[in-house]
C-alpha cells in the first residue's frame, strides 16, 4: 500500500498523495514544508546588524537616489543618521565604555516633497520592520482617539508580533506638526491632541519599557501586555509645519545688529526660507523642548521645482510613467508619453501647489479613460499628447465642478 514517505499516512487518509521516483509525500507534508520554508527565508532576510554588512552612508544614498528626486540634504542626514543608529546597535553588549546615543530625525517640508517616501525608502533597504502612523489621531490617554502606545501596535503587527524584531524598528510619525501646542505658553485646560500627546511622545522618543496592547488600546481590555523596549527604535517625524517660514523669517530678522550682520542678512533666500530652520524654530511653532530636545536631527526638504517635477514623472525606479506601462504592458499594449504631454502635467501640478503627490492624482484623472475602455479592446499602442491631457483634465475640473454645486 502506497503512504507518506514522511509521516506514513496511506492514501486514504490524506486527501492527495504525490508520487516521486522513490517514494510519496501527502498535501499535509507538503503543506507543513512549505511553511518551514516561509519561516527559514523571513529569518534570512530580517536585518541583523551582527551579521550582515552595513550599507555605508554613501551607499544608503545612492539606494535613496533611485526613488527620490532632489532633496540631497535630507538624503545626507538620513543615510548618516540610520548608518550611526545601526552602528549604535551593533556596539551593544560588548563593553564599551563610550556610550552612543540615538539619534531621531524630523523632517520639516511641504507636502508632496518626500518625506514619507524617504523613510519608506530607508527601511526597504535596511529590511527591518517599518510603520507610519499619523499623528493627527494620538490624543492623551483616556480621551477619545488613540494612545501613544498604539504606535508601537502597529510596529509589532508589521513585525508579526516579533517583539526582537519590532525593538530594531524604524517608525515614522508623519503629520507631527499637527500636535504643537494650540498656544505659545504651556497649556492652563487641557490639549488633549496637542501638548498632551507630546507629553505622551517623550518616554518612546528617549528610550524606555512600554506595555503595548497587541490588538489597539481600549477595545479588547482584557488582552495581555507586551512589553516592548523603544531604546532601539529609530524615530523618524516629519511634517509640514505651515507659516512656520514666518518664524523663521522673524528670528533672522531680529539678528540684525551690527555692520556684519547686516551684511549677512543681505545673503538671506527669501524665497526658500526653510533651508534656515533650527530647533528653536520647532519650539516657537508649539513643539514642547523636551520633544525638540529628542530628535536631535533635524533636516528640511526643498520645495519641487519645475524640474525636478519633471524627473518624478520619468527618472526613479517606480516612477508614475513606468507604473502605467507597466500596467498596460499586461494587457498587451505599448504606452508612450510625448514630452509635451508631461511637461503639461507638471505645469498644472505647479499651478494647483499639489507637489509630487499630485502628479498621480493628475495622471489618474488623465488615464482612467483609457484604462478602462482599451483592454477590451484591439489597440496594441497607445501615445499620451498634450491635447489629450489637456482635454481630460479640462473635463475632470467640469465634474468636480458640477458635484461641488
Known amino acids: ?29 507538503i503543506e507543513q514544508a512549505s511553511d518551514i520554508i516561509k519561516s527559514e527565508k523571513k529569518n534570512k532576510d530580517t536585518f541583523d546588524v551582527n551579521r550582515a554588512s552595513l550599507p555605508k552612508p554613501a551607499e544608503i544614498k ?5 526613488y527620490v528626486i532632489g532633496q540631497e540634504e535630507a538624503k545626507k542626514v538620513i543615510s548618516v543618521s540610520v548608518y550611526n543608529h545601526y552602528k549604535r546597535l551593533s556596539q551593544k553588549g560588548k563593553g564599551d565604555e563610550v556610550e552612543i546615543e540615538k539619534s531621531n530625525i524630523i523632517l ?8 514619507t517616501l524617504l523613510a519608506r525608502t530607508i527601511a526597504k533597504k535596511l529590511h527591518v520592520p517599518f510603520t507610519i502612523v499619523d499623528a493627527t489621531v494620538l490624543t492623551e490617554a483616556g480621551y477619545v482617539g488613540e494612545d501613544v502606545e498604539s504606535i508601537l501596535t502597529r510596529l509589532l503587527q508589521v513585525a508579526d508580533y516579533n517583539v526582537k524584531s519590532a525593538q530594531r524598528g524604524i517608525v515614522f510619525i508623519d503629520e507631527i506638526d499637527k500636535i504643537a501646542r494650540k498656544s505659545d ?12 500627546v507630546q ?21 479588547h481590555p482584557e488582552q495581555r501586555l507586551i512589553a516592548v523596549d523603544t531604546t532601539d527604535i529609530l524615530f523618524i517625524c516629519g511634517g509640514a509645519f505651515d507659516g512656520i517660514e514666518r518664524k523663521i523669517g522673524h528670528r533672522l530678522n531680529t539678528k540684525v545688529v ?48 519645475r524640474d525636478a517635477l519633471r524627473r518624478i514623472l ?26 509635451t504631454a508631461l511637461d503639461y502635467i507638471v505645469d498644472k501640478a505647479i499651478e494647483f501647489r499639489v507637489g ?43 465634474k468636480k465642478i458640477r458635484s461641488a454645486g
Open 185 to 196: 505658553n504651556p497649556s492652563i485646560t487641557r490639549d488633549v491632541s496637542g501638548e498632551g
Open 314 to 339: 520619468t527618472e526613479p525606479k517606480n516612477s508614475i510613467t513606468r507604473q502605467y506601462s507597466k500596467l498596460f504592458e499586461m494587457d498587451h499594449i505599448e504606452l508612450s508619453f510625448q514630452d
Open 258 to 305: 551690527g555692520f556684519s550682520a547686516s551684511l549677512d542678512h543681505e545673503h538671506i533666500d527669501r524665497h526658500n526660507l526653510l533651508q534656515y530652520i533650527a530647533p528653536q524654530d520647532l519650539k516657537s511653532y508649539g513643539m514642547i523642548p523636551e520633544i525638540v530636545g529628542r530628535l536631535p536631527m533635524l533636516s528640511y526638504l526643498m520645495p519641487l521645482d
Open 1 to 29: 500500500m502506497d503512504r507518506c514517505s514522511f509521516c506514513g499516512r496511506t492514501k486514504k487518509e490524506t486527501g492527495l498523495l504525490i508520487a516521486g521516483v522513490s517514494g510519496h509525500i501527502c498535501d499535509l507534508c
Open 108 to 115: 520639516v517640508g511641504e507636502t508632496g516633497t518626500g518625506k
Open 356 to 398: 509630487a503627490r499630485g502628479l498621480r492624482a493628475i495622471c489618474e484623472a488623465v488615464m482612467i479613460d483609457p484604462m478602462f475602455e482599451l483592454p477590451s479592446q484591439k489597440e496594441t499602442k497607445l501615445v499620451i499628447t498634450k491635447e489629450f491631457v489637456a482635454k481630460k483634465i479640462d473635463v475632470a475640473n467640469v
Open 62 to 66: 545612492k539606494f535613496l537616489d533611485l
Open 199 to 219: 507629553q505622551g511622545l517623550l518616554k518612546l522618543l528617549e528610550g524606555s519599557v512600554v506595555n503595548v496592547p497587541p490588538q489597539g488600546g481600549r477595545k
